[in-house]
């Protein structure tokens, strides 16, 4: 079964500086999708960045950029110059792209940006 | 650019009564899905549903759930007899196959059951 674990509950990071927020995964599968999602107070999720099993470059989208590292099952969310609006919930999820639909979420990291 | 929107924003209900949570997923998607959210804890997969059937269900989708897309726009939900542990966030997701197959969500829809 398809496994997602984020370790950091939460996160402070002061505004304009990088944080790196953690997620591994486990499957089984050779073709795979990882995304990362941002949930705000107000609840939504928005999509951020995604990165295909094959893909061999690390996937870039403006300020998210994602430390994808097959061999170790790692696909890191690197947030650059963080501004005060980072500030919410991100999700890392995963996708069977070989038989199932569904999307697999770890339990999320909490990011706080300080002024 | 296009979006995932759901109504109401906000359901409460009693304990018992059958709701129904409406989508509109984004127009040229051919995927739909829900996921609910309980307070603080994960997403969680219900169904996904292609072509006018269910595709994949999870375990939590029992008998009391069922969805429908009644005409070309609108995806719904609906929980025949509500719990007390049905109260979540409800998500509704869309997406087109290939090349990331990316599920784009809307801004959910808050159940409360009393």
């Known amino acids: 079964a398809q496994k997602i674990t984020q370790t950091q509950p939460g996160m402070f990071v002061q505004e304009k500086e990088a944080v790196t927020l953690d997620c591994t995964y486990d499957?089984?599968?050779?073709?795979?999708?990882l995304f990362w999602y941002k949930q705000p107070s107000s609840g939504e999720m928005i999509f951020l960045i995604y990165?295909?099993?094959?893909?061999?470059q690390n996937a870039t989208e403006g300020r998210y950029s994602l430390n994808f590292q097959k061999a170790r099952k790692s696909a890191n969310l690197v947030i650059s110059a963080s501004q005060l609006g980072d500030s919410a919930m991100y999700f890392c999820a995963m996708r069977d792209q070989g038989g199932s639909e569904k999307l697999v979420f770890g339990k999320g990291t909490k990011l706080t940006v300080n002024p | 650019e296009p979006e995932v929107t759901q109504t109401p924003s906000h359901q409460v209900t009693q304990m018992g009564q059958e709701v129904i949570l409406r989508c509109v997923p984004i127009s040229n998607h051919l995927y739909f899905y829900w996921y609910r959210q309980i307070l603080g804890q994960k997403v969680e997969f219900l169904v996904s549903f292609y072509n006018n059937e269910i595709s994949e269900k999870s375990e939590i989708f029992d008998d009391q759930f069922s969805v429908e897309r009644p005409d070309g726009s609108n995806f719904t939900l609906k929980i025949r007899s509500t719990k007390l542990e049905d109260s979540a966030m409800y998500f509704c997701a869309s997406s087109y196959p290939r090349p990331t197959d990316t599920q784009y969500f809307g801004p959910g829809t808050r159940l409360t059951v009393l």
């Open positions: 499957t089984s599968d050779q073709s795979y999708g």
């Open positions: 990165q295909g099993s094959y893909d061999e």
